[in-house]
């Protein structure tokens, strides 16, 4: 840092001439650019983040294993003898990511408290670049793990097929990208990373307990079925139930009682129309949160 | 370098500025015009509406009324061309820590969509600029606050911006790494065609300024090169202190038809040729001075001049200010 003396170095570049820059003016290709490094900046930090990749893999695990495991000396009499850990395995793959994209989202409210933020703010780029590289960005890195889960199928007892793993990897990205843009509508009007988790805490462990990811979701007490059909990770969470279950040989009544499907008024919902009701949620909300951060500060 | 608006043409002009928050007017129709290549300073007490100025000039802010240009373009209307046109370096951080010095260009230069050849050359100019391209592949996390500063500023460089704003770029720094961030600006200067819009409310780095604009409550009370300002004010500030303030305020009035007043615990006032003045000062007052102090003008005697405060009483003023109002505001219950 000696400003006073100049080394040759300093001679040599003072002669060198100033690079030009000039800024382009805007366009679909610079919107597409700033999408791409919005994304980019969420995986660098995911692979920088060696507590955070530990963390996201542990948690289904310790779901899957742990929970799977230990309810299993309760249920085998009700399950018609299929493992647990299969049943609950659906569920286990829609939380896991659940979690790591409300987690990526997160990083709004973190990006805010630290500054960062404004950086992207004030660049010459639309704010819903910003906000769809985020979801990307979320849905990506929820995806990387969700493919270590699928990889942990033969361990419950679901073979691998090629259907199942582009069918889970399809389900968890629709997922993902879902929850990334409910986080991000969140985290847009918050300004503390506490009372983001707050809300994560009175939102999101709900919606997972309600969705059906640890229980069949027919002949519920009334209340909880309706709470059931309005959740919407439900609508995830049976299709994937559907996809597995479809993979695996298990007794017709086993099947009847584990994967009875979701019903409006007696309609069973076909997996498609559950897929489209996820995804209309996922552009709704990516709308919010684009039009709330356009019209923050 | 140009003591004005010299034949050169506009950076910034700006045309009767307001903006208001809710009751409270930050910004009380400022005018001013900066010619290119020019370092303009904004110098004032924290809360004098500096930020505020400087948030409108950059987008981020929505004026109440008036207009302002900035490279020729409208701050409203023309936003995206503005951002385009300008670097930024907050008063606040805006580095991602978890990145590299490297990392942290590269995002930006994608971000303004820079050509794809120019962006490792221009990154190695502006970090050897201020002597950082030894640390590029740190984390920043890692580096000082002086090195944050001096990334944000090469950062701000980063698009070739024709004006860079700096919004207190030395605030919370040593004194050491304040002086080597004014050689990096110095130098800056020098190297590139550009205009440098900056706040501070350290008296003695406006001096760095070509003009500087002196900003009291939402106004601006005087706008000058540095030396003018300084000449302007004529006199020279005598400081005394004695046992009884009072006592001397009224027989400094009485005696030598001096108006004096209290500031920073001192009775202090202004009067030509100092040095001279106090023999007779000590012959005549008939109370007892305890010690006394003679200074040139400086810019903080410029500030006391036009708005009757020492720069440091006005910010422990503001601070009351505004501590009054957040609890107007917790009771008044804004939202």
């Known amino acids: ?297 | 370098m140009s003591g004005g608006n010299g034949d050169r043409p506009v950076a910034i002009d700006v045309r009767g500025l307001v903006k208001n928050y809710d009751e409270v007017q930050a910004v009380r129709g400022v005018e001013f015009e900066v010619a290119t290549g020019e370092v303009f300073g904004f110098l004032g007490p924290n809360g004098a509406g500096k930020t505020t100025t400087i948030s409108m000039l950059c987008t981020l802010v929505t004026p109440t009324a008036g207009s302002a240009s900035v490279a020729g373009h409208d701050v409203v209307t023309e936003r995206d061309d503005v951002r385009r046109n300008i670097g930024l370096v907050f008063q606040d951080p805006t580095l991602d820590n978890y990145l590299t010095a490297v990392q942290n260009l590269r995002l930006h230069a994608e971000l303004y969509g820079l050509q794809r050849d120019v962006v490792a050359p221009r990154m190695r100019q502006v970090l050897e600029m201020v002597g950082l391209w030894e640390r590029k592949d740190s984390p920043v996390g890692t580096f000082s606050g002086g090195m944050r500063r001096r990334l944000e500023i090469a950062r701000g460089m980063m698009h070739s911006p024709r004006v860079l704003f700096l919004d207190e770029p030395t605030i919370g720094l040593d004194p050491q790494t304040r002086r080597s961030i004014w050689t990096y600006i110095a130098e800056l200067k020098e190297r590139e065609d550009i205009t440098i819009f900056m706040t501070t409310h350290y008296m003695d780095e406006a001096e760095w300024c070509d003009r500087i604009a002196i900003m009291d409550n939402g106004e601006i009370v005087a706008l000058d090169a540095p030396d003018t300002l300084k000449a302007q004010v004529g006199t020279d500030r005598v400081m005394i202190h004695t046992d009884d303030d009072d006592a001397t305020i009224a027989a400094l009035a009485d005696r030598f038809g001096i108006e004096a007043r209290m500031a920073e615990g001192a009775v202090t006032f202004g009067v030509p040729g100092g040095e001279e003045f106090v023999p007779r000062l000590f012959a005549e007052l008939g109370v007892p001075i305890k010690a006394v102090n003679v200074s040139r003008p400086t810019l903080d005697d410029v500030f006391m001049s036009y708005t009757g405060t020492t720069i440091r009483d006005a910010e422990e003023d503001a601070g009351k200010n505004r501590n009054r109002m957040m609890m107007q505001m917790m009771h008044g219950g804004r939202r």
Request: aromatic share 10%; hydrophobic share 55%.
């Open chain 1, 1 to 297: 840092m000696s400003a006073t003396t100049t080394t040759p170095a300093e001679e040599a570049r003072a002669q060198t001439p100033v690079v030009q820059v000039a800024v382009p003016p805007h366009s679909i290709f610079s919107e597409l650019r700033a999408i791409r490094i919005v994304w980019r900046r969420d995986l660098i930090r995911f692979v920088n983040d060696r507590i955070r990749m530990m963390a996201t893999l542990v948690q289904p695990l310790l779901f899957l294993f742990v929970l799977g495991s230990g309810l299993q000396q309760l249920s085998s009499a009700s399950t018609y003898g299929v493992n647990l850990k299969t049943f609950i395995y659906p569920g286990i793959l829609c939380i896991s990511v659940m979690f790591t994209a409300m987690f990526s989202a997160a990083s709004i409210v973190w990006d805010r408290e630290f500054g960062f933020l404004r950086e992207m703010l004030v660049a010459p780029v639309r704010r819903s670049s910003i906000v769809i590289g985020k979801c990307f960005g979320g849905a990506t890195v929820a995806c990387t793990q969700g493919v270590i889960m699928i990889l942990l199928a033969p361990l419950v007892g679901v073979p691998y097929s090629v259907e199942l793993i582009v069918g889970i990897f399809l389900l968890q990205l629709l997922l993902a990208f879902t929850i990334t843009a409910f986080g991000v509508m969140i985290a847009v009007r918050i300004k503390q990373m506490q009372a983001f988790f707050g809300v994560m805490q009175m939102i999101v462990m709900p919606m997972f307990f309600i969705s059906g990811a640890l229980f069949p979701v027919a002949n519920l007490p009334g209340w909880l079925t309706f709470l059931n059909r309005i959740d919407p990770l439900t609508y995830a969470v049976d299709p994937m139930k559907k996809l597995v279950f479809s993979q695996i040989s298990i007794p017709p009544a086993a099947r009847h009682v584990l994967d009875p499907g979701v019903t409006w008024f007696g309609w069973h919902v076909p997996a498609l129309v559950e897929v489209a009701v996820v995804l209309a949620l996922g552009l709704l909300m990516l709308g919010i949160a684009i039009w709330e951060f356009a019209t923050t500060e």
